[in-house]
């Protein structure tokens, strides 16, 4: 008889393969299962008996940018783990954009202090365009030693159709030396025909996570793509994609929350949150949760995690009720999660990233005509609409008009002082007077304000210089809140309790000085700097 470390029973544990629950025994040591069933051939030290409760293996997040979150990696852990979340794969081109290959470098060393198992896809558009201004370029050169670090797990969202398409040279190599490496490619589709979802399949991209509608992924699965069903903070897309699955193609989908901040992830959860608003709309719990981990190993070829079967590792959330994603106990690596594996700090990363000149009028606004094109933004999406309406202007610039919810917004160059600011006008926000400007503008991360006067705008600017990076809050030229993000202008070097707080500091100062709104007015700001969402934005050098 062999001893080993631990014995888990119940009378209803998860079969990912046959999507059925069914008692069973669970034997692990060293931190993997290495045998199911009842035996007489090992002994175990500890034995738990979950007689009553629900056993699945451990969620893995299929597609998601940390920075997003504004925690660094081992913070993020804190909160998720305790969810279930056991897996995440992680794209951290938000840093890169900022800092390059020490961005990438310092997002993996940190996720090392977590028990959390953080595999990195590594950042395919950095810039995301040819025509944006970010603080890093990345070339397959300069990422292909990082193929040598096994939680490296491939390349990242390739959002670059054009480049992709024309084989231009040094996309086609990070293709290939991602596919040398024995490594797996994600997609980014958004706005793509089906003829254009076949060249990226030609190209052996395999994953997408960009359909907000049934009809995208229809296509999505025809085309032979892992389908990443996505609900973060402002995509909220799991509600009108879910109705796509059924139990003839549940094994090509798996659930991302993509972008999600701290307060939403404590508020409502992540991959947990996915699950439970999937069994509400109709899906099996058995479906649902191997969706939410074998289902996105598999996507990402990555072996022997998120089932509950011999040599997998020991990833185990105890469930008190499946249907609400009740977790009663969360297993990592066999290993019970507790408070007492919390014990970290992150890792700091000193680089100023707040390079740029600003003088108050360099935010004037110019036009000929008072009739002007306006973004209009649409509640939890990150698309927007164009709007063409008359403007108030004086002495040949535009005024903002609070009544007609008429803002400007301006996107400042803040990686290498070039003096670019990209000005435009943009409807949604519904501020009655003052500013929000902050240092998250995806995906090159430059300064990006909206506000009611240009004083208010130009001191919110100033301030976020003055601490590093950030969101503030400015009102009658007073800052209101501000939640700094000393690393690279995107992270906070504080604990996920104190971010969350200075987060909702923020939120309440900005419904201090705006109407009513039914969405994050922060993180939908930062994506009206997208470039590759195929609708207006404003970058740098302009709108788009």
Same mark, same amino acid.
């Given at each position: ?64 940018? !940390? ?7 081992? *913070?993020?852990?804190? @909160?998720? $783990?305790?969810? /279930? &979340? ?127 509608? !049934? ?7 025809? *085309?032979?793509?892992? @389908?990443? $069903?996505?609900? /973060? &903070? ?311």
């Amino acid at each position: 008889m062999t001893t080993i470390d631990l014995c888990i029973k119940s009378n209803h544990v998860l079969n990912v393969f046959s999507r059925l629950f069914e008692p069973n025994v669970l034997w692990i040591n060293d931190g993997k299962i290495i045998a199911t069933g009842e035996s007489s051939a090992f002994h175990a030290r500890r034995t738990l008996d979950y007689a009553e409760q629900y056993i699945v293996p451990g969620f893995i997040d299929a597609h998601v940018h !940390i920075e997003s979150s504004l925690l660094t990696p081992s *913070e993020l852990a804190k @909160v998720i $783990l305790p969810q /279930g &979340t056991t897996s995440i794969f992680i794209d951290p081109h938000e840093i890169a954009n900022v800092a390059g290959e020490n961005g990438i470098q310092y997002m993996i060393d940190d996720a090392h202090q977590s028990l959390l198992d953080v595999y990195t896809m590594l950042p395919s558009s950095v810039p995301c365009t040819p025509f944006e201004d970010s603080g890093a370029t990345l070339t397959a050169k300069k990422m292909k030693p990082f193929y040598q670090d096994s939680t490296v797990r491939g390349l990242a969202e390739v959002m670059d159709y054009p480049a992709v398409s024309s084989n231009q040279p040094d996309m086609i190599a990070k293709l290939n030396d991602c596919l040398q490496a024995g490594r797996q490619i994600d997609g980014h589709g958004s706005g793509l025909s089906r003829h254009q979802l076949d060249v990226y399949r030609q190209h052996q991209i395999s994953t997408d996570h960009e359909a907000t509608t !049934i009809r995208q992924i229809q296509e999505r699965i025809n *085309e032979g793509f892992y @389908v990443f $069903l996505r609900e /973060g &903070t402002v995509e909220r897309d799991l509600e009108n994609t879910v109705g796509a699955v059924n139990e003839s193609n549940a094994n090509r989908f798996a659930f991302c929350t993509d972008d999600k901040l701290v307060d939403s992830l404590l508020n409502e959860g992540g991959i947990n949150d996915c699950i439970r608003k999937a069994i509400q709309h109709g899906l099996r719990p058995e479906t649902a949760y191997t969706m939410a981990s074998f289902n996105a190993a598999q996507a990402h070829q990555t072996p022997f995690i998120g089932a509950l079967n011999p040599n997998y590792q020991a990833d185990i959330v105890v469930l008190d009720d499946p249907y609400d994603v009740k977790i009663h106990q969360v297993i990592k690596k066999g290993h019970l999660i507790s408070n007492h594996d919390f014990n970290t700090r992150p890792l700091s990363f000193a680089k100023n990233t707040m390079n740029f000149s600003l003088f108050q009028p360099d935010l004037e606004l110019s036009l000929k005509s008072d009739t002007a094109n306006i973004i209009q933004v649409i509640p939890n999406h990150i698309e927007t609409e164009h709007l063409v309406e008359p403007v108030s202007i004086h002495n040949g610039n535009f005024c903002p008009d609070t009544v007609k919810d008429q803002l400007k917004m301006v996107v400042v160059e803040r990686h290498h002082n070039t003096g670019k600011i990209g000005k435009a006008i943009v409807k949604g926000f519904n501020l009655t007077h003052g500013a929000v400007a902050s240092s998250i503008a995806h995906d090159s991360h430059n300064i990006i304000a909206v506000g009611t006067n240009d004083a208010d705008l130009f001191a919110a600017i100033q301030h976020l210089q003055k601490v590093g990076g950030g969101i503030t809050v400015f009102a009658n030229h007073h800052e209101l809140a501000t939640l700094p993000l000393q690393i690279s202008g995107l992270m906070s070097n504080l604990s996920y309790k104190e971010t969350a707080q200075k987060l909702n500091a923020i939120t309440a100062a900005y419904q201090s000085i705006s109407r009513p709104i039914a969405f994050n007015p922060f993180i939908t700001l930062s994506f009206l700097a997208l470039p590759v969402i195929p609708t207006l934005k404003l970058t740098a050098r302009g709108p788009l």
